[in-house]
């Protein structure tokens, strides 16, 4: 089938989070399937100046742009998979990120860039950009794409669509004057369109108007039914029920394998399973902690956000490394409050907790393969990856049961080690009570049984989350929601 992909951010171009990942990882896959598989993205200069070869394929005249917009096209650096770029300079060329600016705050024209972003894929979607292609199904992703489903319902002989929920959290949710400027049509505003509490709700267009909808894990496609996850818009969800599916991400094999992995000390795999302590050291002596092999170190890398569930950890450490004799790592950045919280705590307690604020990729791969525990507490979590990455090194994760952590990590209860199947452990409630508990769970097997312990990491590495299953899911699901028309 011919696919548009429709994303604001991909890997390696431009990421702010998972969504950029999916987008980078998931057509490759779905290329090696055999559909004819197409991105589009905005062109951002960041984005530009990670490509080779590009070239000026077509040129639109939109509703909203001062000047023509040009579709640019080249193709995925380390893939086969082509990709277009909507290139309108007062929109897309500025430094910063793809939603804020360098200092963190979003563009105040966040709305019309999108909504031009949408214009330009319709153009797209319906063979009017004279590229002689069009395709079967549009899949759209996040809110910065939900006008895309509602403006091609408007279209006569349109392709079908797909919206995907990277984040229920995020909406995109603008005021009245600014619909108005948008110059959309009159019904959008509407409580059975896009109007949401005397709001305009980008992420409500592709709820109310895509053919099909999906979640990135099972678990959340359920818990966003849920006042508790929905965030207003559960009453919504129910309603589509019968069109919305829970399709787990994928991770790229190739990059988070420990057998191959350059970033790290020393490579090894499940036969060679002992050589991860090396890892270990290596981390303690890069992060100036004490060299104690035997101490079980747990680590947390991530955005330092409330969704992450940092306070929790920062509550907790100090029973960690007081009660528990554990030592501590935690990577991340956000919330200015909790990057210095992190500051704080690591000269607390030097020799057993480091903390490091900024993001490396690099260091990231190194953590995985020291740590002997990853430390998940999140509020919610549509996916997640880190915890599948840890897995995959071998690094045991402690996660609260919300989401893809649910689907993804086993829970080392009596019957799940007794079978053979556990790789990990869960907590119910966000808090730092019943996460402490967990972690302490998990620290009495570590210390009591070293052979139960080696299988869980064992049980973890063997695990398969590749962009190959997810991919075999989504073609699918694409030819049931394409076969549902032609039927």
């Avoid at 509550?315 to 990057?339: K, T, Y």
């Avoid at 704080?344 to 002997?372: C, L, M, N, W």
């Avoid at 452990?425 to 966000?430: E, P, R, T």
Wanted: aromatic share 10%; net charge negative; proline share 5%.
């Amino acid at each position: 089938m011919r696919i548009l992909f429709v994303a604001s951010e991909v890997h390696p171009l431009i990421k702010t989070g998972g969504l950029a990942d999916v987008a980078g990882h998931l057509p490759p896959a779905l290329l090696a399937q055999g559909e004819d598989i197409r991105i589009v993205m905005p062109a951002y200069r960041a984005a530009l100046q990670g490509l080779e070869q590009i070239e000026v394929v077509a040129e639109l005249f939109l509703l909203g742009a001062a000047q023509p917009v040009e579709i640019l096209q080249s193709i995925l650096p380390g893939t086969a998979v082509p990709i277009y770029l909507v290139r309108c300079p007062q929109y897309f060329d500025r430094e910063g990120g793809p939603y804020a600016d360098s200092e963190g705050n979003d563009w105040t024209d966040n709305a019309a860039r999108f909504t031009l972003f949408a214009r330009a894929v319709v153009e797209l979607a319906q063979n009017r950009a004279a590229l002689e292609w069009q395709p079967d199904l549009v899949h759209c992703n996040d809110w910065q794409t939900g006008l895309v489903p509602a403006l091609l319902k408007r279209e006569a002989d349109a392709p079908k669509t797909l919206f995907t929920i990277h984040n229920l959290a995020y909406q995109g949710l603008f005021s009245w004057q600014t619909f108005q400027s948008l110059q959309l049509p009159r019904d959008f505003w509407g409580m059975e369109a896009m109007e949401f509490y005397g709001h305009f709700s980008f992420m409500k267009g592709g709820l109310v108007y895509a053919d099909h909808l999906t979640t990135v894990s099972p678990q959340y496609a359920e818990e966003i039914l849920t006042p508790e996850y929905g965030y207003g818009l559960e009453g919504l969800l129910r309603s589509r029920v019968d069109d919305l599916s829970g399709i787990l991400n994928g991770v790229e094999y190739e990059i988070w394998n420990p057998e191959h992995d350059e970033a790290i000390a020393v490579n090894y795999g499940v036969e060679s399973l002992a050589l991860k302590a090396e890892n270990k050291r290596a981390l303690q002596h890069e992060y100036r902690l004490d060299d104690e092999p035997d101490k079980p170190l747990i680590a947390y890398v991530g955005r330092l956000a409330d969704q992450k569930g940092v306070d929790l950890i920062l509550s907790g450490l100090p029973s960690m490394v007081e009660h528990l004799g554990m030592q501590v790592l935690l990577l991340g950045s956000g919330r200015r409050d909790l990057e210095e919280a992190l500051w704080v705590v690591g000269d607390r307690y030097p020799g057993q907790v480091a903390t490091y604020v900024g993001f490396s990729e690099d260091r990231v791969h190194r953590i995985k393969a020291g740590a002997d525990m990853f430390l998940m507490p999140s509020r919610f979590e549509p996916c997640g990856l880190n915890q599948i990455y840890s897995l995959r090194y071998g690094t045991v994760p402690i996660v609260r049961a919300v989401g893809g952590l649910m689907d993804t990590v086993v829970d080392a209860s009596s019957d799940a080690v007794e079978k053979g199947v556990a790789t990990g452990f869960h907590f119910s409630s966000a808090n730092a009570g019943d996460m402490l508990y967990c972690v302490g769970r998990a620290c009495e097997l570590y210390w009591d049984q070293p052979d139960l312990w080696r299988k869980l990491m064992i049980n973890g590495m063997r695990q398969d989350f590749s962009w190959q299953q997810g991919a075999k899911h989504y073609c699918e699901l694409y030819r049931q929601i394409v076969g549902r028309e032609k039927a």
